[in-house]
């Protein structure tokens, strides 16, 4: 069974960057031509698909994070990550990685959570 570990969240003012990790056991060859993508989910909302990188590195964005945020993958470590600047409180969730290609959608890891205030 595939396993999902988020990491790098924390606390941080408004303004500052993370650097969110998630990496991806038991997905054997799969992983790299999978697409990939972080999710995140604040209290009382639904979770919401915030970036998406395909096997090709292409990347999209929702506009909310447009600019701010940057996806990327490393194939060989089997770990994506999700580089957040200019964080705002708005950006407060738990966030999340998983599959969003052909392959259906893993299990959900535990996420990582972020907290923007000051």
């Known amino acids: 069974q595939v396993q999902l570990v988020e990491s790098g969240g924390g606390w941080v003012q408004p303004g500052g960057s993370l650097r969110l990790s998630c990496v991806v056991s038991?997905?054997?060859?799969?992983?790299?031509?999978?697409?990939m993508g972080w999710y995140r989910q604040a209290p009382g909302k639904q979770r919401e698909l915030v970036a998406t990188i395909t096997s090709i590195r292409r990347t999209n964005y929702a506009d909310s994070v447009k600019g701010r945020f940057t996806i990327a993958r490393d194939n060989a470590k089997f770990t994506v990550y999700l580089q957040m600047n200019s964080l705002k409180p708005d950006d407060t969730a738990v966030y999340y990685c998983?599959?969003?290609?052909?392959?259906?959608?893993?299990?959900w890891g535990q996420g990582t959570q972020v907290t923007v205030s000051s």
């Open positions: 998983n599959s969003v290609g052909p392959y259906g959608t893993w299990s």
């Open positions: 038991n997905s054997g060859s799969i992983f790299s031509i999978n697409d």
